[in-house]
Antibody
Framework: QVQLQESGPGLVKPSETLSLTCAVS?????????WGWIRQPPGKGLEWIGS???????YYNPSLKSRVTISVDTSKNQFSLKLRSVTAADTAVYYC?????????????WGQGTLVTVSS | QSALTQPRSVSGSPGQSVTISCTGS?????????VSWYQQHPGKAPKLMIY???KRPSGVPDRFSGSKSGNTASLTISGLQAEDEADYYC??????????FGGGTNLTVL
């Protein structure tokens, strides 16, 4: 079955760029679906960051759009998140997930999540 | 794009039913039948429980059901069990390939 696994630094300094990767197994991301990122600050709710189609089209949360880039590496069957100019408010557990669209819209499965702390 | 509104907490006794509301606008919940619900236990990733307002993925107990009226979607859990104690989040399509989540509801089984 499809499985997703996030990886990346757990600590990022303020003003720097947060970079995470989501490795997908059990399905070729170039074959279909959308692939996305969702985050959850400690003790708070979920926030959609953005999604990318299998063909490379990207869609971002308007509140983060100026700082976010989602890209894909089909050779490694993984996709990535870059969030620029981070502050303490960007401290969160970051999840990657498959987004099923086309006459529907839902996220499943999800990765286990990775905590990123923004601190000097 | 504002977060959907959910009650901060709800509670119920084992065997009872509880309903969690999710209120948006005509631009999201009211405009599309693409509301999904996720269950999240502490320290775990969210799990899809309902999609397309009222459809259940394979493996989700039929105690979980969803509905929508106007700009408000609802998740009902009947026959509450201890393992249902968790946080629940709604999510809605908001047009132009955007989605928005609710603020989350903590369910306590008394």
């Amino acid at each position: 079955q499809v499985q997703l696994q996030e990886s990346g630094p757990g600590l990022v300094k303020p003003s720097e760029t947060l970079s995470l990767t989501c490795a997908v197994s059990g399905y070729s991301i170039s074959s279909g679906y959308y692939w996305g990122w969702i985050r959850q600050p400690p003790g708070k709710g979920l926030e959609w960051i953005g999604s990318m189609s299998h063909s490379g089209s990207t869609y971002y949360n308007p509140s983060l759009k100026s700082r976010v880039t989602i890209s894909v590496d089909t050779s490694k069957n993984q996709f990535s998140l870059k969030l620029r100019s981070v502050t303490a408010a960007d401290t969160a557990v970051y999840y990657c997930a498959r987004r099923v669209v086309v006459a529907t819209d839902w996220f499943d499965p999800w990765g286990q999540g990775t905590l990123v702390t923004v601190s000097s | 794009q504002s977060a959907l509104t959910q009650p901060r907490s709800v509670s119920g006794s084992p065997g009872q039913s509880v309903t969690i509301s999710c209120t948006g606008s005509s631009s999201d919940v009211g405009g599309y039948n693409y509301v999904s619900w996720y269950q999240q236990h502490p320290g775990k990733a969210p799990k899809l429980m309902i999609y397309d307002v009222s459809k259940r993925p394979s493996g989700v107990p039929d105690r979980f059901s969803g509905s929508k009226s106007g700009n408000t979607a609802s998740l009902t859990i009947s026959g509450l069990q201890a393992e249902d104690e968790a946080d629940y989040y709604c999510c809605s399509y908001a047009g132009s390939n955007l989605v928005v989540f609710g603020g989350g509801t903590n369910l306590t089984v008394l």
